[in-house]
Structure formats: C-alpha cells, structure tokens
C-alpha cells in the first residue's frame, strides 16, 4: 500500500461511516451495509468503489441518466429523499462536463425545475430534452416517466432510440417485486402511484449500460443485487411479508452492478459524490451543504415531501439540523485529506504506518 491508497481507504472509511450515521437507531442501514460492502468485491469501502466505478464510465460530452422519484401515501407527493441529492449529483455532473437527464414521475416535474433553478442549473424538458442538454452546458434534462405500463413500454422504446448514456444511476427509485407490485417501506401496495422506471433501468442494463443504484431499505430498483441479505435480516422484504397481499415482500426484483446502501439515499449519493471529487482531486466537486439546502427548500416548496407526508425541508424525518452537518462534515474530511497530501504535514506518519504493515 501506499500514502496515497492508504489515504483513498481512510477518506472512504469517514464517507461509508457517516452515510451510515443511525440516527434512529433502529439498526437497518449498518444491517444492510456488509451486503453491499460484499457485492463490491473488495476490501475497500462502497463509496470508493461506487464513485471508482461511476469515473470509469462518466464520458465528457455523454448523457448520464439519473432516475428517481418515490411518490408517498396519504397525500400521493413525490418524496424528498433520492429527489434531492440527485439534483445535486446533476450539478455535479454537468461541472463533470458530462451530460446529466433526470427520469421521474411527471409528479416531480415542478418540483424539479424548481431545484434545477436552486441549483444553478438551465431545465429543459420539452420532447428534445436529451438533445437540449446535450449541446448546452450548466443544464438538466428532465423525462417524465409513465405510471402505466403500456405506456412505460413505448416510452422505453423511444429512448433506446437515442444514443444511450454512458451510465444509469438509481437513487431511491421504486422497485417492483416479483410479483411485479410497488410497496413502500412498511409492505403497502403503491403500484399506482409509482412511475414504471424500473423498466426502463433494466432495459439500459441490459443493452449494456452500467448502473449503480442507492437504496436504503430493499423495496428500492437494484437493490436485488442483495436479496439473500435483505431475505433475511430485513422486515417485510422476503416472499409473504409485505401487508398488501400479493404474496410476496418489498424487496425489489431488479439488480444493479454496483449498490451503495445508506440510512438515507440521499446522504449515499452525498457520499458517492464526495468520493468522486476525491479522487478527481476537485474540491470544486465537494457537496456543498449550502447548495444542498437551497435546492431541498426548493424542491420542499414545489411539491416534495418527507417521508411522513410535511411540505417540510426535511428528508426521511431529519430536519436539516442532521442533514445539513454530515454532507459538511462529508465534504470537510475528504477536503482535509486532500490538503494533507498537498502540505505533505503527514508524511511521516504514513511512512510510519506502512513500515509496520497498516
Ligand atoms: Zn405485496
């Protein structure tokens, strides 16, 4: 090993324990995280490896599609968590020179525009979106994605029409069963209220476009991929336990290449974001709490909601108190390391640590 690596695994060390952070303390997140840390095949931490495997396929210049929006009951909005953070992973990879287009429920289109605005970012989403965002910089794409299948299905075809994205990236999208029914956390049957986005990610998949998803339950599209793990350390997920009557569980059917799991998919995608930049060397690339706060007050206002049904900046029930502070802190380790490494203030403490086999 050397300086630099053992400081890469040191940064993503800080980054997979503060997406983690429980403060519910109800144990699901650092439950389903050795799964994922597993699926990565390798010792490193998962947002070292997501964020490696994003950079290999990000092209400059390419579209990247990101697909989210998860709509809640009672009030049928569309939720902050996934929604948010991806809106800041668009900033980010349009700064990236590559091309990011957002799939969502036509719910989230105000919403969306409204977070695009917040985060210094043109939205277009008119039939030409793809090709909008494609010739002009420091913009989104927007798609809306079909509730009804038929319609999901033609929708899919046009798409694969156009030059396909060089990556697919699920954040907290929700994921059909084998039964192919929607189910929100607690096993209620959301079918008809969810786009069929889902489709359309394994339909990139398998025309050969890598895709990393970021969940933080099971019942969210590529979260398959740890489906013996979900099975059976996971409430409501497994065949017969999910309270809609379908006979089947949350945990969804399709599987992505590479998962993060998170106790927020928001604060995974923050993490993935920040190891990007990391590596990238950019500090213009950390997440930025400030942005991070324009755009869920935005998003909050246009439409969204936390996970318990408030027109309220807050996602899956933390109020910006916590989340504000750990994409700071997320950002401010790995821009701590990276002035380490420049100052060179360490040096013999690295040197000190490999000469006795760290
Ligand atoms: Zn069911």
Not at 4 to 17: I, R, W
Not at 240 to 247: I, L
């Amino acid at each position: 090993m050397t300086p630099y690596e053992l400081s890469v695994l040191q940064a993503g060390e800080n980054l997979d324990a503060l997406m983690n952070l429980d403060p519910r303390g109800y144990g699901v997140c650092r439950t389903l995280y050795p799964a994922a840390r597993k699926l990565a095949g390798s010792d490193g931490p998962v947002s070292i490896h997501g964020a490696e495997y994003l950079l290999e396929h990000i092209r400059s210049g390419e579209a990247v599609y990101v697909l989210t929006g998860f709509v809640l009951l009672p009030h049928e909005c569309p939720e902050t968590d996934g929604a948010v953070s991806s809106m800041v992973f668009c900033r980010m990879v349009a700064q990236m020179g590559a091309k990011p287009v957002l799939v969502c429920p036509e719910d989230c289109r105000e919403p969306a525009k409204a977070m695009a605005a917040a985060a210094g970012l043109h939205f277009y989403d008119g039939e030409d979106a793809v090709e909008k965002v494609k010739k002009l910089p420091a913009s989104v794409g927007f798609v809306a994605f079909p509730k009804e299948k038929e319609a999901a299905e033609r929708k899919i075809a046009s798409l694969l029409e156009k030059e396909l994205p060089s990556m697919a990236v699920a954040v907290e999208l929700p994921g059909r069963n084998e039964k192919d029914v929607y189910h929100n956390a607690t096993g209620l049957d959301l079918t008809h209220l969810e786009a069929k986005t889902d489709l359309l990610f394994e339909a990139l998949s398998e025309k050969g476009v890598p895709a990393l998803a970021v969940g933080d339950l099971g019942n969210e599209a590529g979260l398959a991929a740890l489906r013996p793990h979900l099975y059976e350390h996971i409430p409501y997920t497994a065949p017969d336990e999910c309270r809609c009557g379908c006979g089947g569980g949350i945990a969804a059917k399709t599987a992505a290449d590479c998962v993060l799991t998170a106790t927020t998919s928001d604060w995974g995608l923050m993490a993935l974001t920040a190891a990007m930049a990391l590596l990238l060397e950019r500090e213009d690339l950390l997440p930025d709490a400030a942005v991070y706060a324009r755009v869920l007050d935005a998003g909050a206002r246009a439409g969204l909601v936390d996970m318990n049904g408030w027109h309220i900046p807050a996602v899956d029930g933390f109020g910006e108190e916590l989340l504000l502070p750990v994409i700071t802190l997320m950002a401010e380790t790995c821009r701590n390391i990276l002035k380490v490494r420049k100052t060179g203030e360490c040096d013999h403490w690295f040197g000190g640590m490999l000469r006795k086999n760290f």
